[in-house]
């Protein structure tokens, strides 16, 4: 009998993230890490009601790359370095925490007093230790500086790293496997088999893959090496993910990632002393978990 490709099924577990519910896949005990991402949160899908909204107050990151991607809805991204940015549909904002930034993403004004969906994914990409302490910076690029390939019922747009024959315009610091996969039902895709690490996200519409039938939400991380084959059993959407394996283990505490525990409790003292600086315009902020 044939090895299973699929290595772990991994079910979303619910948190809650300044009055808005997500979905979280990684990390989990049984995997840490999926190539480069330590994190992996599904926002929505869910309608706010008007004069409401997604309010994370300011709080800090350090040796990781934060990436939002939306399918619907807008965020409203701020940061210590006075980046102020909306980040809209098919869009990617990439901000490199490196040696510590400290951000707020809320609903934007105008969306709050609308209402409407919000749904897309918010994931962290842990740095390699040469990059841990590079210095903060943040990126925009809006979707239509993203590559997109299509083709016999699939449109595949790639967000970050390379797939396809095709490379994102975002600056990664390893190898990287991220892209939006949008299949009609019946159309089929490969997992690129470049990546050393790879998993799939269903977001929407259920997808075959190695057999078993998949229901959005859940996320399949595969084995090294072998062949998949995806199948779309309906209209389907879905997250590719991974890349070069880390070089080391990774402690995560908080909103801070790094090789060094002694790094995380300076982080800590930095945060409580008030020494990640100011977001512009912002007065409030989370304070360090007791």
């Not at 309608?47 to 994370?56: A, K, L, Q, R, S």
């Not at 283990?249 to 409790?265: A, H, I, K």
């Amino acid at each position: 009998m044939a090895e299973d490709p699929v290595d772990l099924v991994v079910a979303p577990r619910p948190r809650d993230i300044g009055g808005f519910e997500v979905r979280r896949l990684l990390p989990v005990a049984q995997r840490r890490a999926v190539g480069p991402f330590v994190f992996f949160d599904q926002m929505g899908p869910t309608t706010i009601p008007p004069g409401h909204g997604m309010d994370v107050r300011p709080h800090p990151h350090i040796g990781l790359a934060t990436v939002t991607y939306l399918f619907q809805g807008e965020i409203l991204h701020q940061d210590t370095l006075g980046s102020v940015q909306v980040i809209r549909p098919g869009d990617v904002n990439w901000m490199t925490a490196g040696s510590g930034i400290a951000h707020s993403e809320r609903t934007p004004p105008e969306a709050r007093a609308s209402g409407g969906p919000v749904f897309g994914i918010q994931s962290w990409v842990a740095l390699p230790k040469a990059h841990e302490e590079t210095d903060p910076a943040f990126f925009h690029h809006p979707v239509a500086s993203l590559p997109v390939i299509e083709d016999d019922g699939k449109t595949v747009r790639i967000i970050a790293g390379t797939a396809f024959g095709a490379r994102a315009p975002v600056a990664t610091f390893s190898a990287t496997l991220y892209c939006d996969v949008v299949l009609k039902a019946g159309a089929k895709i490969e997992v690129p088999l470049e990546h050393e690490e790879r998993a799939i996200q269903p977001v929407a519409g259920r997808i075959s893959v190695a057999g078993r039938s998949v229901e959005p939400g859940s996320m399949l991380v595969l084995r090294a090496g072998m062949p998949v084959t995806i199948e779309a059993l309906e209209d389907a959407r879905l997250m590719l993910l991974g890349g070069e394996r880390l070089d080391g283990p990774r402690q995560m505490w908080w909103n801070f990632v790094s090789s060094s525990p002694e790094r995380l409790e300076q982080a800590k003292a930095d945060w409580k002393a008030g020494r990640f600086g100011q977001v512009p315009g912002e007065t409030e902020f989370i304070p360090l978990p007791e």
